[in-house]
């Protein structure tokens, strides 16, 4: 939320706005039953179990049974009845910690005086035989079919309507088409849409880990188990968790966390820490460092950087200390922190030098991130889960900026090729690279500067105007040594605040498309500097308060290979996705 994805205050507010609204809407309703409906549950993974009930009734005249029988002989353990949860008119019967390993359907009822409402679950079982002892998990961050597209096109090049090669991405024997809706809404964030993926279960936007009930603690809200917790328990397995973003931002965090509010930072260090994934790496070291250190931003005196340090892990700040580090073969535990906030994008890093780039010069990339978390992960004899996430995809396109979204689409691509590579030498290690929610956008042509005319309307080309760009072929890297080209693709964003553009690409630094007015702060306004003779002024279609883009409810695509990946197949579900994982893995075997 703090970071560059959620730059927008509005976002932040409309959710507190909108979380007050649902629960008092929540309040007033009947008895609510946690796991929703059409929970898909894993046998012998661990959930809360909530039964939310308005009133005070006395303690008797809530009965739940899961099946017929008491919910607490099902589950295995007592219930606890709260009376006035929270303080309010409200109570709630809990068993934290639940577990079903019997797989079937399951149908919870709750009767409270003369209402009673209910709920189906299905608890799966895995296949007793174990597919892959490692999988790899790559996150493009927002990564849309335009993204895909676009990086093919820079990376590979295109004439007369063939391209020079695949991407690795592309390059996968199974595929599917990922939907991403939560609980609560058609669009989700990273935090809900990542969570289906690490624990099999959907949330609400803003929640990690956990179901959005109505209690006022962001961390007392009913828990699922993750992934993280779940191999490190069940198959003693390596866990590294590897980003280019802040480590406590969503995607990461989704590993590990149970949270309802994604931007509990000091928390999920805490997580983190209490998790123990063998590998780490990312940016976001304020929240490790005690208050009293020169630029922390936590509230305690908790010394993270100590603490993991205690705990075994070797800790790296740049991409020279990783790498020795990693080659170290008695690190079997890394903690890497290579800037305050995000890691420059590829583009920053490698053309522009905008960005921290100056002042943070040895940061890694995420393939070289990626090299050294499979060194450390691969000393662990059991096998690992190890998630990759190419974050700024995400945060670039919510400032409109598509070259640099597309060169971090380049760089995960490089990233996953690098773990093909790895992997075909072997073959135990399921590979899945995915996206967490799309964006509304679209290749609609070029931008033509010879073009006659002087509005960037005049410059765009369509159909047979369009022809194909003129980016020069790219490097070992498969990165185009500029953007600045005469004939660049016409990358169009479908939902946008008010703003001014010129079709060309941000070589000053990210893209900032709207302010707060001056006049009031709650609506954005473009942003002058960027509003030249030659721009055009784009009114916005998003509320006014809006001040960059926003994510889609369009289905993500999904290419998987190796031991296990036959499972991903036409449209799924996100919370499928886990499901896959955790059948490759075997992890809900028949006792
Ligand atoms: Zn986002």
């Given at each position: 939320?703090?970071?560059?994805?959620?730059?927008?205050?509005?976002?932040?507010?409309?959710?507190?706005?909108?979380?007050?609204?649902?629960?008092?809407?929540?309040?007033?309703?009947?008895?609510?039953?946690?796991?929703?409906?059409?929970?898909?549950?894993?046998?012998?993974?661990?959930?809360?179990?909530?039964?939310?009930?308005?009133?005070?009734?006395?303690?008797?005249?809530?009965?739940?049974?899961?099946?017929?029988?008491?919910?607490?002989?099902?589950?295995g353990k007592p219930a606890t009845f709260i009376v006035k949860e929270d303080g309010l008119d409200q109570s709630a019967l809990w068993i934290r910690d639940a577990e079903i390993t019997a797989p079937g359907a399951y149908t919870v009822d709750a009767k409270v005086g003369g209402k009673t409402a209910s709920v189906t679950w299905t608890v799966f079982a895995t296949p007793e035989k174990r597919a892959a002892k490692n999988v790899i998990?790559?996150?493009?961050?927002?990564?849309?079919?335009?993204?895909?597209?676009?990086?093919?096109?820079?990376?590979?090049?295109?004439?007369?309507?063939?391209?020079?090669?695949?991407?690795?991405?592309?390059?996968?024997?199974?595929?599917?088409?990922?939907?991403?809706?939560?609980?609560?809404?058609?669009?989700?964030?990273?935090?809900?849409?990542?969570?289906?993926?690490?624990?099999?279960?959907?949330?609400?936007?803003?929640?990690?880990?956990?179901?959005?009930?109505?209690n006022k603690s962001t961390l007392g809200h009913p828990r699922v188990e993750t992934i993280t917790a779940l191999v490190k328990r069940k198959l003693g397995l390596a866990v590294g968790v590897v980003t280019n973003t802040e480590i406590e931002d969503a995607t990461p965090a989704g590993m590990v966390a149970q949270t309802r509010r994604r931007s509990d930072y000091n928390d999920i260090v805490k997580m983190f820490y209490d998790a123990a994934p063998e590998v780490i790496m990312g940016g976001g070291t304020p929240n490790f460092l005690p208050k009293s250190a020169a630029g922390s931003k936590r509230g305690d005196e908790e010394d993270y950087l100590a603490k993991f340090t205690a705990k075994g892990y070797a800790f790296a700040a740049n991409d020279t200390e990783m790498k020795a580090l990693a080659a170290n073969a008695n690190t079997t535990r890394l903690l890497g922190l290579f800037n305050p906030a995000n890691i420059d994008g590829a583009l920053d890093r490698r053309v522009l030098k905008g960005g921290t780039t100056k002042r943070y010069q040895d940061q890694p990339d995420l393939v070289d991130m990626v090299r050294s978390a499979i060194d450390v992960l691969s000393r662990k004899p059991e096998g690992f889960v190890l998630m990759v996430e190419s974050g700024r995809i995400d945060k670039y396109s919510h400032s409109l900026d598509w070259e640099r979204a597309v060169y971090d689409t380049i760089m995960l691509d490089n990233t996953v090729k690098a773990a093909k590579d790895w992997a075909a030498a072997r073959n135990d290690t399921m590979i899945v690279v995915v996206a967490d929610h799309a964006h509304p956008v679209s290749i609609i042509g070029t931008v033509d500067d010879s073009r006659p005319g002087s509005r960037l309307r005049d410059k765009l080309g369509t159909y047979a105007d369009a022809g194909f760009p003129n980016y020069p072929a790219s490097?070992?890297?498969?990165?185009?040594?500029?953007?600045?080209?005469?004939?660049?693709?016409?990358?169009?964003?479908?939902?946008?605040?008010?703003?001014?553009?010129?079709?060309?690409?941000?070589?000053?630094?990210?893209?900032?498309?709207?302010?707060?007015s001056a006049a009031d702060t709650q609506t954005q306004v473009a942003n002058e500097e960027y509003c030249g003779p030659t721009a055009t002024r784009m009114q916005g279609n998003l509320p006014i308060t809006a001040n960059s883009g926003v994510h889609s409810a369009d289905d993500v695509i999904l290419t998987a290979t190796g031991p296990g990946s036959e499972q991903f197949r036409g449209h799924m579900e996100n919370t499928r996705v886990f499901r896959a994982i955790v059948g490759a893995l075997a992890l809900g075997a028949p006792k």
């Open positions: 939320m703090r970071s560059a994805a959620f730059r927008p205050t509005t976002f932040a507010s409309a959710l507190t706005a909108g979380l007050g609204l649902w629960t008092f809407a929540a309040t007033a309703a009947a008895q609510t039953i946690y796991p929703l409906s059409r929970a898909e549950i894993l046998a012998g993974a661990r959930f809360d179990f909530k039964v939310e009930v308005p009133g005070t009734p006395p303690e008797a005249d809530v009965v739940v049974t899961i099946n017929g029988k008491s919910a607490a002989d099902v589950l998990l790559f996150i493009g961050d927002g990564m849309s079919v335009a993204h895909r597209t676009a990086a093919r096109m820079l990376s590979k090049g295109i004439s007369e309507g063939h391209y020079g090669g695949d991407l690795a991405i592309d390059d996968m024997p199974h595929m599917a088409l990922v939907s991403t809706a939560g609980t609560d809404s058609i669009v989700t964030d990273s935090a809900n849409s990542m969570s289906a993926y690490t624990t099999g279960h959907k949330s609400c936007v803003n929640a990690l880990g956990v179901y959005c009930a109505r490097d070992k890297d498969g990165y185009p040594a500029t953007v600045d080209v005469s004939k660049r693709l016409a990358f169009t964003f479908g939902a946008y605040p008010d703003h001014c553009t010129s079709g060309k690409p941000f070589l000053a630094g990210e893209f900032v498309p709207a302010k707060p």
